[in-house]
Nanobody, 122 residues
Framework: QVQLVESGGGLVQAGGSLRLSCAAS????????MGWFRQAPGKEREFVAA???????YYADSVKGRFTISRDNAKNTVYLQMNSLKPEDTAVYRC????????????????WGQGTQVTVSS
């Protein structure tokens, strides 16, 4: 059974930083693409960032230049370094795993974590 467990969320002031982690088990991690999505109250889930099995990275325009996605295949973990956080980054952040054709959509990801809350105060 595939499991994804996120950690690293919390409360931070605007302009601050957080690093999210997503630990995966139950799959050959290096053979899969990984994504981060977020959902704020009353809003639809939106793409944040993705990293392919070949280490290509993709970002939403709203986080480009502020967030960095990376992976450590030896630790079966994907990270999301979030800098210069803004109140509009407040959301539940979830990681996902799959073999993906279109990284910005949810369809190719077949397992999801439970999520970690990120709250950015102004």
């Amino acid at each position: 059974q595939v499991q994804l467990v996120e950690s690293g969320g919390g409360l931070v002031q605007a302009g601050g930083s957080l690093r999210l982690s997503c630990a995966a088990s139950g799959r050959t991690f290096s053979s899969y693409d990984m994504g981060w999505f977020r959902q704020a109250p009353g809003k639809e889930r939106e793409f944040v960032a993705a990293i392919s099995r070949s280490d290509a990275t993709y970002y939403a325009d709203s986080v480009k230049g502020r967030f960095t996605i990376s992976r450590d295949n030896a630790k079966n973990t994907v990270y999301l370094q979030m800098n210069s956080l803004k109140p509009e980054d407040t959301a539940v952040y979830r990681c996902a795993i799959g073999r993906v054709l279109v990284y910005r959509t949810t369809g190719g990801y077949d397992y999801w974590g439970q999520g970690t809350q990120v709250t950015v105060s102004s």
